[in-house]
């Protein structure tokens, strides 16, 4: 019982940790981007201050129980992610819940969110929720081909499903990163985390500022800050899976820090440099390169490791 | 909705709906909420001052001194101001300008539609007193009368400098608690309403947009 407890307690510090850096990286991705711009930029704790704020209006529209439920989901399906993605190699604090195949689990667990925002967005009533919402699924459904492609070329390579045993395998040195032992498999999933990072050119479906479409259309006060905190959470759970399955995972902090920043430049610069595609044009990319580069991964790691 | 505890107080009449459309929208009336536990809503205020999100809906000509503050220049971003796509996410309305019959009716649906607390900021010479259009056959002239402004700026146009400086003075408002205009709506609904009607001709919508 108690040793259930002391897991549960691990397991709030390593969601609090995640969650306090998801949204600090956000602030100091605003203001590198900033500086690029020539400008000074927001503060760097602004998120918090937007989270709270919103948090703490005075009044809030529902349109129902599903409305209610649909951020809800999305935090349970960010949450949800991290709990059994190991944020550190070996650490009895930071190793959360793991268990053989527990990646088929974290797959599903990426799409828990986006449905449940689905229903609720739909429970709003507002044409461009729909929109925006079939959009986010479409976008969706193509980017996890390239990874599910490049999670089957991993499990072909490693011979197991689990997160931690993948780790595991990596950390004789800088030689045995994926990166390096698979890097067909690591370039497909770069590229579809282009698209599930949601910066351009793969973001129309929650477009910044200037088009007011897209899921979250309908969503206010403390619903909105339940998604901006989710937005933070899912944001590091899946900087530090890339990280766990392709760049060696991490052993300290510090280490888990620079690697996520230098793995969230790659979609920071992509999408600084390109403008934005249309849905239509955002999957086609998905389902001709990024596939074909899965699919030789695959078939290239049954070659090499399935001896 | 969250907030006053006797729901269904006053029922809205919602006169100008025909029936269809009667079934799809709310009747209750909306009351004005306190904010609660003085020291917590002091640290809530200064939360709001610093996250101000800008509806992004250009109201009148004015609008486009908005778009120059978000660039290099001026970089209102430092500032804690931003641009909110949609009336829900918004707490910052900017009047544009000089705001015509047909604008202020979408001015009214998208006041409504953002949440308490919210704060207006009139931009020009035209929403104090009609500016140059003060005697347009289409054009109103004291935005005050239609919905609680919080802030002027005064000038034809006023430039980005102004509209920066009238944000930094909305902010040591907000941050005073002198920012309670969304409550003042709500307290004097009916003197709003009945100004509002004066000039909307075709009110085809529910008396407040939830």
Redesign the interface.
Known sequence: MSDWLVKGGYAVVSVTVAAVYGVLLSGIIARTLARVQGRIGIPVWQTFIDIFKNATKRTAVSHGIMFYLGPVFRVAGGIGTLLFIPLLYDSEVFGNFHFAGDIILIIYFMAFGALGMALGAAEGGHPYSAIGVGRGLAQFAAFEVPFGLAIISLAIQYNTLSVYEIVGAQQAGVAHWTLFTNPLATIAAMLSLLGSTGYAPFDVVGPPQEIPTGPRTEFQSEFISLMQLNRAIFAAAKLVLYMDLFFGGATNLLELMIKTWAIYMVPIIVGASFPRYRIDQAIRFFLRVPTLIGIAAVIVADYLFNA | ???PKSKNVQELANDGLTYPDTEFFCKTRPMP?E?QFKAMEQV?NW??A??L?VQ?FGTGCGAVELRPLM??RY?A??Y?V?????P??S?VFVIGGYASVKTLKRIVVSYEQM???KFVVALGSCTVNGGMYWDSYNTINRIDHYIPVDLYVSGCMPRPEALLAGFVKLKEMIKEGKCEG?NKYLENFDWYKANQKKIIKNWNMPDYN?
């Open positions: 909705m969250r907030g909420v904010g809530r939360a709001r610093n996250s999100h992004a660039t290099a970089d971003y430092r804690g931003m641009g909110s796509p949609t829900r996410q707490c949440q308490n607390p969304a939830w």
